[in-house]
């Protein structure tokens, strides 16, 4: 029997022997002998396929995966409370499930235990362990999922679950408890390390997959520590990559339908040989529970960050120093760029490297040593990946042309913000009427701003292209396809220049409260 590549038979075997299976029927209708029926029966009998099983890979990596007991110091809720409080990340008691380990304990005994004057008369003055009250006592506040790195006993998980602790505690999946010290956390990517003192122990650990063998429709199989409830294993298929779910500049995320739940975040997801795709870190949940859709951080990123992590306590990155928004087909288009790609530069901020080096607002980032920038979280990324010190040549369309510029990274402070456009714009000027009416066309009424720099937006027409981009009321127009504007006469300059160009969208340059941005509207009808 011809069979596929895993064993199983193929669906064109299937159908052949149904198919013959079904002529055996036909033959057995006619009466022919019984005996003949029998043996065409035999000769195309279907095997059945074998059952898939992830056994053998969770036999080999479970004992590498940990669960995560975050501890932290929890302060009485009252001067009068004797230290025997109840703060489940700002839940009470009463909102426990009725199944929690804690409310089944005091329901044992009979105890509720915000009732302090029962709880002292069980336990005394001073709470259950004793002592003076227990005031600052280290209780668990949170719980996730990790695992070994190495056999010394390295530990990975999110940031997110230890970023609120002061004491940690890795439990094995023979329950042994294990205390662990924090080594580094990145809050960028979401990812921490522990170390556990094995005292000479080797711990079982696992590797990391390459991202390059990580393929949609591959299976996966997820293990961790779901709702506290210790090692459990799930499976499912790689569903996307590339997923960005606004989470921060580096979002590349691997989407993943392996039932992952509250208390799995950290825990790694494996390939059938054991390796390390991902470590789950968020869910999509209009439920609170697993709907299929989960997203782990790809190897390739935590194989670096981990390292970093591992030898320094922390991540040095590459900092431009530039605020940076997507080219859309608009943006493009009203820049001459013959397709919506790179990084469209808003502001570099002052005295940063890319400031240092003459890159400008307006300034599309189109490659980066020599390779294609995709789009402004391409560039974070790669920036972000490469040493602090290094030079970097980078491709940049100005002005209807490319340019090359050379920089040297600089490093990324850890409270980076984005930067403001700076403008240098002369006070406003009368505004002629005709100008008024050219920008009204455009849905926009303008007036001086108080600072005298751009133009103030007083008014925007609802059914405009404006509005429907976004530009609101309040905010104010600082350039114009990269040309300063302080009235409306300069916005008409440009656009009539545009015009002469062959453009049919200009780049308005758009300043909140929220920071600069850069939209492209149609000047069609402009004249």
Known sequence: ????????????????????????????????????TRSYAEAVKVQAPAVPSFANVVDAVSPAVVSVRVENRVNPVADNNDGFSFDFNGRGFDDLPDDHPLKRFFKQFGQDPNDQQGHQRRFGQNGPNGGPGGKGRLRPVAQGSGFFISEDGYIVTNNHVVSDGQAFVAVTNDGTELDAKLIGK????DLAVLKVDGKGKKFTYVNWADDNNVRVGDWVVAVGNPFGLGGTVTAGIVSARGRDIGSGPYDDYLQVDAAVNRGNSGGPTFNLSGEVVGINTAIFSPSGGSVGIAFAIPASTARDVVADLMKDGQVSRGWLGVQIQPVTKDIAESIGLSEPSGALVVAPQAGSPGDKAGMKAGDVVTALNGETIKDARDLSRRIGAMQPGSKVELSVWRAGKAQPLTVELGTLPIDQKDASADDNSQPQQPEAPASEKALADLGLTVGPSDDGKGLAITGIDPDSDAADKGIKEGEKITSVNNQEVSSADDVVKVLNQAK????????????????????????????
């Not at 022997?17 to 003949?36: F, H, W």
């Not at 990145?186 to 990517?189: A, E, I, L, V």
């Not at 308005?508 to 929220?514: G, L, M, R, T, V």
């Open 186 to 189: 990145d809050p960028r990517t």
């Open 500 to 527: 002469k160009d062959g453009r049919t969208r200009a780049l308005f340059q758009i300043q909140s409260n929220e920071g600069s941005r850069f939209v492209a509207l149609p000047i069609n009808g402009q004249g």
């Open 1 to 36: 029997m011809l069979k596929n590549f895993n064993g199983r038979p193929s669906l064109a075997t299937v159908l052949k022997a149904s198919t013959v299976a079904g002529i055996a029927a036909a033959v057995l209708a006619t009466g022919v002998p019984l005996e003949i």
